[in-house]
């Protein structure tokens, strides 16, 4: 059963506030979550790394932090190649989040968006096949319970304006990389 709305926006205002108390709710969520043990993702799995997120500013903010010279770079390269780009032309872009590092581990995973926590495929196969597109995103099984879990946690931020990552990012206070193309 999926908590309600109303539990997650008092339980962001008790922890201190979004994002890092959405962080918490997801992951607690997700560590609860009935269908956990058919998850087929694992750290150096990066298929889903490659698809366009959407993310809000105060996501984008806790980002900032940490990201450093080289991916500041990749920031704006990917902004500048997303822009405009439909879900699927991203998709087919193959657009590397900017996040990865060199081992294709994520380097924020502690404070990834509420789209990547909740983006738990039970396929590896159908994951590579959307990557390799031969697939569209419809098909990948993801844990729905899940999915909707998290995204009463986003809902219960009540922060409008998901934005594409890389593009939110540059928008960030203190990123460095400039305006976001437009």
């Not at 201190?16 to 959405?22: K, L, Q, R, T, V």
């Not at 509420?114 to 959307?130: M, P, Q, Y």
């Amino acid at each position: 059963m999926s908590p309600s709305f109303a539990s997650i926006r008092f339980a962001q205002e008790e922890e201190g506030g979004a994002p890092a108390s959405a962080f918490r709710r997801a992951d607690a969520l997700a560590a609860d979550a009935p269908g956990r043990g058919a998850w087929a993702c694992a750290p150096g799995c990066t298929f889903c790394c490659h698809l366009k997120v959407l993310v809000a500013p105060s996501e984008a903010a806790a980002l900032v932090p940490l990201l450093g010279e080289a991916q500041r770079a990749r920031v704006a390269a990917n902004a500048r190649r997303a822009a405009g780009l439909s879900a699927a032309e991203y998709r087919r872009a193959r657009i590397r989040c900017a996040l990865l590092d060199d081992e294709d581990r994520c380097a924020a995973y502690d404070v990834r968006p509420l789209k990547c926590r909740a983006h738990t495929s039970t396929s590896r196969d159908t994951c590579e096949r959307v990557y390799r597109d031969e697939a569209t995103t419809d098909a990948v099984p993801l844990d729905g319970w899940l999915v909707s879990a998290v995204a009463a946690v986003r809902a219960g931020m009540a922060e409008p304006g998901d934005e594409e990552l890389h593009a939110a990012l540059q928008r960030a206070p203190d990123c460095g990389t400039g305006a976001a193309p437009s």
